[in-house]
Nanobody, 120 residues
Framework: QVQLVESGGGWAQAGGSLRLSCAAS????????MGWYRQAPGKQRELVAA???????YYVDSVKGRFTISRDNAKNTVYLQMNSLKPEDTAIYYC??????????????WGQGTQVTVSS
């Protein structure tokens, strides 16, 4: 069974930075593409960044140039470095296994997520 544990969220002022981590178990992490999603109150969950098994990267337009996704296969962990944070980045952030070419999640199980709150 795949387990995903997100951490690193918290409170930041606009313009600040946070680094999120997602530890995965129960899967061959190195062969999986991974994605970071977020869900703001009253909105649908959206994919904000993705990284393939070969380190190709995708970003939604709203975070390009501000967020950086990376992975450490030795630690079965994917990271999201978030800089120049904006209040509209406030959301619960989740990670999941994805199909990189279709940008859709492949795992029905979602972790508990980590809350990010950005104040103006």
């Amino acid at each position: 069974q795949v387990q995903l544990v997100e951490s690193g969220g918290g409170w930041a002022q606009a313009g600040g930075s946070l680094r999120l981590s997602c530890a995965a178990s129960g899967t061959l992490f190195s062969i999986n593409a991974m994605g970071w999603y977020r869900q703001a109150p009253g909105k649908q969950r959206e994919l904000v960044a993705a990284i393939s098994s070969g380190d190709m990267k995708y970003y939604v337009d709203s975070v390009k140039g501000r967020f950086t996704i990376s992975r450490d296969n030795a630690k079965n962990t994917v990271y999201l470095q978030m800089n120049s944070l904006k209040p509209e980045d406030t959301a619960i952030y989740y990670c999941n296994i994805i199909n990189y070419w279709r940008l859709i999640s492949l795992n029905d199980y979602w972790g508990q997520g980590t809350q990010v709150t950005v104040s103006s």
